[in-house]
Structures are given as C-alpha cells and as structure tokens.
C-alpha cells in the first residue's frame, strides 16, 4: 500500500531491478533508502534464471533477489562517510548481505559498490578475475567524474535478470572493456579482509 492508500501489486519475477531516484542524498535520506532497499531484496523469485545452477550453487539463492541500485543528484556526504554510515546501518539493523544495495550512483561524481552478494555484479566480475575471496564484502567506490551514469547502465545490463535470456548478449556488453574508472576500497563489513587503497 502506498501514501495514498493504493494497493500496488508487482511479481518479483518480472522485474529485472529496482533503481530509487534520490534529488539530494544526507543521512536521514540514506536510512530511508536502506530500509527500502531492504523491503525490496527481502522479495524472492520464485526460481533462478541461471541456466545451469548445479554449476554455480553459491549464486542460486542470492539470484532470486532483485538486483536494488539508487541514482543520487548530489550527495552531502563523502563516499568514505557514505560507507561507514552503509555499515553502521547494517550493524544496527543486522541486515544480511542480501539486503543491500548493490551500486549507488552520484552524479558527476561516481559509483559507490558493494560485494557483499556473490550475485552482484562487481561480485561476479571480481570471481571471474580470481579476486572475489580477496573482495568479499568490500564496498568500492569507482571515480567516474561525469561517466557515473554511463558506468552504471553499461554494469545494469550484466544484472543476472528475473528470467534467462536467450540468444544473443545485451549490445552495451560490447562496450564493457572500452572504459575501466580508478576504483578503490572504501573497508569493508566486519570479518572481510581490507584490499588497500587501490583495487582496480
């Protein structure tokens, strides 16, 4: 039900993500995007799209989660307080690594990550280079200056979506390769190894 009072009913199985469109990010407004966040990765699909999930048992539960991103205007805060106030939250309300955003896109500025779901996409990208048990539950911040919106819709179409697709790969997928920002640890949740300053 929304402020209005109006039923609204979506199946999780068709929707591929949810993206919340945010004018200026500060603390108050961060708690509220986090707990809709978490309303929103607490839906489960009723099955995986990975074609072969024998093959990749540890991606079949977290898959079935909607992929949560936020496009942020501005931002009153730094990515490393960004961070640390997405930890403090995950602490004070014990949410699991699937109850939380994914990528977190600032304007003009860059993208905020976080690899604590294996099904993520920087997740998967980081377990194809061999570097995921080195990145689990690292948050990232990738310096995009005015690319930030580029960045994310070219990672958007790597999402493992609500159904499998079939034949050929999204035509952005061409260009994954042609522009890699400076990405950096910006820590990590509680018991994940620190990467140093630079990891990418």
Known sequence: ???EGKFALILADAVDFVVEVKGRLDRAELERMLSQCRTVRRVVRSQTAIALPQNHPELVEPSRRIPFFAYVHE???TPDQLAADIRQWVTEH???????PEMIVVRG???YHDLSSPAG???????????WKRLQSQQLWSDTGDLALGWAILLMNEVLPAVAA??????LLNYRGAFTPPTRSLGGYAGSSST????G
């Open 166 to 171: 079939i034949g050929r790969p999204p035509v």
């Open 121 to 131: 996409i920087m997740s998967r990208r980081a377990a194809q280079q061999g570097s």
């Open 94 to 100: 014990d949410a699991s690594p699937l109850e939380r």
């Open 1 to 3: 039900m929304d402020e």
């Open 109 to 111: 500025q860059g993208v």
């Open 75 to 77: 931002m009153s805060m």
């Open 196 to 199: 140093g300053p630079n990891v």
